[in-house]
Each structure stands twice: as structure tokens, then as C-alpha cells.
């Protein structure tokens, strides 16, 4: 069972908030984990593809979390790798979606690197109403 | 000047989220953050007291969060260190307080180990109506 | 190219160890990058076996390293997963050897969790003469 | 008592490398750890010595490691820093020398960014014969 399922758990601790601010808090918890727990992973073309998956997979697991995409860019791999094989993940590299949802609440939370800003932002890119 | 001031930014990506929503969207990405870069790091009594101002420091940097408060349970540490003089940072050593502000609505997140559950468990202690 | 296999790089920065040394030092890089980048994810039965492929192809790409087995204990992840359907990557589920060669030196490091210590050891379990 | 202190484990693991390659071998560990448990982490003019010190006190705890000096460059911060208050740590920043010593061998672990190569080397700066 997934904590968010259990009864208990959301009358005892998350009854001060509404389904859609339950759904964006889970979808952002799991934004910054995602961030923070990838960032630095060596990757190249070769192993791309596979480090998304692995990376989907993971927090797939977490409250409330139905689906997560996350896209490196193959371009800036290839950029970047002229000297060696490959390099460290990092924030300017990556696309990500998670799809959040409690009780009929969806909540679609976006990182991407605005490069005018030279920032990963991340929003909430839709909410249910 | 810190994004959550940014005009621009926030009309262009965060118009669709009510300041309480933004309160609470910031305050979670923060607390994902926070545990996904510091788990594992060495820890022992010695040493706890700076990483808790260095976590501290560092997320407090992150757009609308006003104040950090970490906790590293010295008893869990003494327990488990019983062998060497370290271990690894782990969810069940933790007690974090995240204070996230935005346009005057304070949102207080909180993670904290709950033994019945054995699981670190995040959710919004306070919030503004 | 790899690093490993760049001659200038190697006479520059590599000169004052021995093969066998080289062969050491790149697999104990590795294997203490491995247990920092990857404990904290979250990970349960369903995703272990991508998370080994996804950790394994990511460390490969480092210098010297020519293969990395990793095994996620399913038995700690049966034990430790009975009130939710994840935990958090630790240390005492992981078992890890390293393959590292530099010019014909094959160094196999080691990483287990020793139950008696509660500690996950690294060490050299095999080297070339 | 620390790990490296401990005859029985000595004997028991690491009775086949001589002192000079337990010094660097675990010196090698901990710079592996140390790039991939803080890279990501949020970091600015602000908070950077903290942060170094934290990131010392944390390394300085694993086994051989007698000192480590951590420093983040305040250029590089300076640059980065236009647009926001603050960014995420990554390899181009920092300078490290941790100093690893077994049996009254002492190895020197350093790690500095490579502006040609685009990369931050690691190699043994100093070793004892």
C-alpha cells in the first residue's frame, strides 16, 4: 500500500490542506529529491537513456507520484563530452515532468533550464482546478 | 535579488498557483532537496553540529524559504556508533523544520522519523489561511 | 577516448604511482563515488534490478573501470519495505565489486556490509602481483 | 577507535596492499565520496566557507584521512552568481587536498579543475616512498 492510501496518515497529518496543495507539495518534494539525488551521476550517451529510466522508476515509488519523465539532453551530452566519455548530470541538462495526484487532484510539476536565467526552474506547469 | 522577487518570473510561470500553493510548492522542493544531498554524508557526534548549520546555510539560499531549522538526533548518533566513529546520514536521525514564505503566506514544513511507520515522513506543520 | 588511455595525462599527473597503484586508486575513487551519489534513492523491489543496470553503466564510464556488479540485497528490501512499498538506498543492502585495470594491473574492489561491524567495508579483494 | 586502528580488520582485508597503497586507496575513497555526496549542493559567496568546513569535518571522519582542505572558488561564485543569489556546486568550483595516511605512509589526494581538459582531475599530488 502506498502512503498515500493510508487513511490514517492523511486525516492525522494532512487534513490542514486542500487535495490540490497535497498534490503540488508531493510533486515538488519529489522534484527536489529527483534533482539532488541524480545530480553529479556520470553519464554520456551511452548510458542516457537507461540513467532516465532508473531515474523515472525511483521516484515513481514515492506518495502520490503516477508518472515521471525525464529527459537529458543529448545535445548538450555531446557538447560538453569532447574530451572525455562522459560527465557529471547536471541541472542544465535535464527536462523533467511529474505527474502528482491526490484525490483527483493532478498536478503536472516542470523543471527546465531557462538559459537566460541560466537556472533549472522548477513550476507547476498544470493543476487541476 | 532571489527569484521568488522576480516579477517576471513569477507572472510568467506562477500565476496558476495561489501564494499559499507557492508557499507550500517552494517549502517541499526544499525538503526533498535537503534530504537527497545530505543522506550519506559521514556524520558523528564531532562533526554534527556543523553539518546542521552547513544544511542549514545552504538550503536557506533556495527561492522564498526564510529559515531552516535541522536537527541530527545525538542519541541516534551515539547508538549507532557504537563500532567506529562515524555513519552515514540517514532519514531516521533527522527532525527538519522549513519555514517557505511567499507574498506574506508562511507555510512550516516539517520532516520527522515516525517509528511505527519507519519512515521519515514529510508534511505541512503550519500554514496561513 | 578514455582518461586512462590519454599518455600525456598519464606522464603529467600519473608518473609517481605504479600501475597496480593507478589501478587502486581509480577503483577506490569509484566505489566511494558510488556509495555517495546513489544512497538515498528510493528503491523497492519493483525498480531494484534497473537502479543496479543504471548505477553499474554510469560507473563504467570512469577511468581504468572496466566493470561494476552491483547486487541490492532483495531479502533487506522484503525486510525493511513492510509498511510502505519503498525505502531510501542504504548501505546495508549493497554489494559491490569494481573492476579497475590500468595497464595491465587488474585491481577488483569490494564493497559489503559487515553485519558484525554494521559497516559497509571497502576493500581490495583481489590484485595482480 | 577508528577503522584503520582496528589490527583485526587490517589483518583480516587488507593484508594483501602495502602501507603506501592503503593510504592512497582510501584517500582515493574518500575524494570519490566527497565530489558525489556534496555536487548539487545549493552554494554562494554567502555560505561557502561554511559549506567547506562542513564538507572537511565530513571526510575527515572515514578511515586514514588526517586532513582535508576544501576550497570553493569565490571567482567562480562571483561569475555564476549573476543572475541569482546562488547555485549548485559542481566540479569546476572546487579545490581540494585530502591527506590519507596508513602505517606512516602518507599520500596526498588532490582534485583541481582542468580548464583545457574540462575536467576535475584526481591524482596523488604527493606520496610518501
Redesign the interface.
Known sequence: ???DEKTD?NEK??H??SS??RA?????????????????????L??AE??E???Q??????PCIKRVEVKISPDKLSE?N?????V?L??DMLDVRIYSEFDGKLALIRMEYLED???P????E??DE
Open positions: 500500500m502506498k502512503i496518515v497529518y494532512f490542514n490542506i490540490r496543495e503540488i507539495f508531493e510533486g515538488a518534494i519529489s522534484m527536489g529529491a529527483l534533482f539532488h539525488q541524480f545530480i553529479g551521476a556520470p553519464v554520456s551511452k548510458n537507461l540513467l529510466k532508473s531515474i522508476s525511483s521516484l515513481e515509488l514515492q560538453m569532447t574530451e572525455f566519455d562522459y557529471s547536471s541541472g536565467l541560466r537556472y526552474l522548477m513550476y507547476v498544470r493543476i
